[in-house]
């Protein structure tokens, strides 16, 4: 079980930029944040954590609000546990697939991270 539990949430990684090049000129963006400079950030980060974030990891579950287009998973990697929501028309990867995600990061309703996932993809 150990050895299933560490397969599950050690690999990959959590990457964080706090703040936009913009508000910081002395921080340079690695070609990975490219998805977050946006123009318009999406309309629903209030509570935003980062600037832009990029999760690396293996989906360990899948979340879903009763009447809502959202859809979301559990993702871990790097030891972190990060809901990732998903965006419109990305096919949904079933447990145990590696995923990469960039986006904004916000808090979730239910204290987790979340991000914003404006690029996404599976193996």
């Given at each position: 079980?150990?050895?299933?539990?560490?397969?599950?949430?050690?690999?990959?990684?959590?990457?964080?930029?706090?703040?936009s090049s913009i508000v910081a000129p002395s921080v340079r963006l690695p070609a990975w944040a490219r998805p977050c400079?946006?123009?318009?950030?999406?309309?629903?980060?209030?509570?935003?954590?980062?600037?832009?974030a990029r999760v690396d990891g293996r989906v360990v579950g899948a979340l879903s609000k009763p009447h809502s287009?959202?859809?979301?998973?559990?993702v871990t990697g790097g030891l972190h546990v990060t809901v990732?929501?998903?965006?419109?028309?990305?096919r949904q990867p079933g447990w145990g697939t590696r995923v990469v995600a960039v986006g904004p990061l916000q808090r979730?309703?239910?204290?987790?991270r979340e991000l914003l996932a404006l690029e996404f993809h599976s193996s």
């Amino acid at each position: 079980m150990l050895v299933g539990l560490t397969f599950l949430t050690v690999p990959g990684s959590l990457s964080v930029i706090e703040r936009s090049s913009i508000v910081a000129p002395s921080v340079r963006l690695p070609a990975w944040a490219r998805p977050c400079l946006i123009d318009t950030p999406p309309a629903h980060v209030d509570g935003r954590l980062a600037f832009c974030a990029r999760v690396d990891g293996r989906v360990v579950g899948a979340l879903s609000k009763p009447h809502s287009t959202e859809r979301h998973l559990l993702v871990t990697g790097g030891l972190h546990v990060t809901v990732v929501e998903l965006p419109p028309g990305a096919r949904q990867p079933g447990w145990g697939t590696r995923v990469v995600a960039v986006g904004p990061l916000q808090r979730a309703g239910h204290g987790l991270r979340e991000l914003l996932a404006l690029e996404f993809h599976s193996s």
